[in-house]
C-alpha cells in the first residue's frame, strides 16, 4: 500500500501583537493500492487538498467571524464550480499537460509566464493541479492568444 499524507496550514496575525499568530490547520493520511497510476494519486491528492483546505477556511470563519482572505481575487466563480463538478474530481490528462507547455512553448511563454496565467485565471500554483476542463480552457486561451499576437 501506498500512504498519501496532505497537510494545509494557514496563518493569521493577532490585531495589536507584532510577531504574532494564530494557525489553523487540518490534515489526512490514507492509503491507496501500490497498483495505482501516478495520474491517480495526483487526482487523489488533489481533492483531499482541496477538503482540507476548505475544513481550515471554515475553521478560520468560525473563528474569526469572516470569511477566510486569499491572495488575490476570488477565482472560484459559478462558472468554474460548475465545471469543476462536470469534471467529477478528474484531473488533466498526461496530453493536455504536454499540449499547454508545447502552445506556451510556441508562443515564447516561459514557465514563470505560463504558471502566473495558471495562477491568475485558475487560482492555482502549478499545472498538475487542472482539472480536465481547467486544461482545456487553458489550451483555448493559450491558442487564442496566439491568434492575437
Known sequence: MIK?????SKKLPVPGLEYSSRSFSAGVEVEVADA???DQIR????VLYTMLEKAVDKQLERET???????GPDRKDAATHKRNDRDNGRMATEAQVKAIKAIARDHHLGRTDLADLVDREFGLAELDALSLHQASRLIDLLKDNGKEA
Not at 4 to 8: D, E, G, P
Open 4 to 8: 498519501l499524507s496532505a497537510n494545509v
Open 36 to 38: 495505482t497510476d501516478p
Open 43 to 46: 487526482e487523489k491528492l488533489a
Open 65 to 71: 467571524g469572516e470569511p477566510p482572505v486569499t491572495n
